[in-house]
């Protein structure tokens, strides 16, 4: 199960790579559909993989998963935020400036903490509807994921100079 896991992530990262490599930076409109579509595709395959990583009974299934949507509509402002925060980085970087630098540093950080504070508020709940054990499967699937999404777009992304 493990190496079909890692198989899947790497697909990710790669569909990620891919996506971002192909996405026209013509208009804002544009970049916001292709930045909700990376988001959205992400969000797809993260829950597939949580899928294939868990066993629920069918009584566990019909309580957890519509938990699981509401977990990702709560990170989807939060992908969101940082897909902005990247894209107004990137816009900028020929004349960035050091508050832009720091904006855009303080973002990721903001990022960061909301996406722990979020897990550990959902790891609370989906304990209340499946073992605590499946609760932290879920939570460090969900984490793994996220990590290999940021290096992918860390990758993407110049460091400030």
Do not use: C
């Amino acid at each position: 199960m493990f190496k079909s896991l890692a198989l899947t992530a790497v697909a990710i990262a790669v569909f990620a790579s891919a996506s971002a490599a192909d996405a026209p930076a013509s208009t804002p409109a544009d970049n916001e559909k292709v930045m909700a579509q990376f988001r959205d595709d992400l969000q797809a395959a993260s829950a597939d993989i949580v899928a294939k990583g868990i066993t629920l009974s069918s009584d566990q299934a019909a309580k957890f998963w519509p938990l699981f949507q509401q977990y990702q509509d709560e990170q989807k402002a939060i992908i969101d935020a940082q897909l902005k925060a990247t894209q107004k980085y990137a816009d900028s970087l020929d004349k960035l400036t050091d508050a832009d630098a720091l904006a855009y540093l303080d973002a990721l950080l903001d990022r960061d903490q909301k996406i722990h504070d979020l897990r550990v508020k959902w790891l609370k709940k989906f304990q209340s509807v499946v073992p605590a054990g499946t609760a932290a499967r879920v939570i460090q699937i969900d984490r793994r994921l996220g990590i290999v999404a940021q290096i992918k777009l860390a990758q993407k992304i110049p460091l400030v100079r």
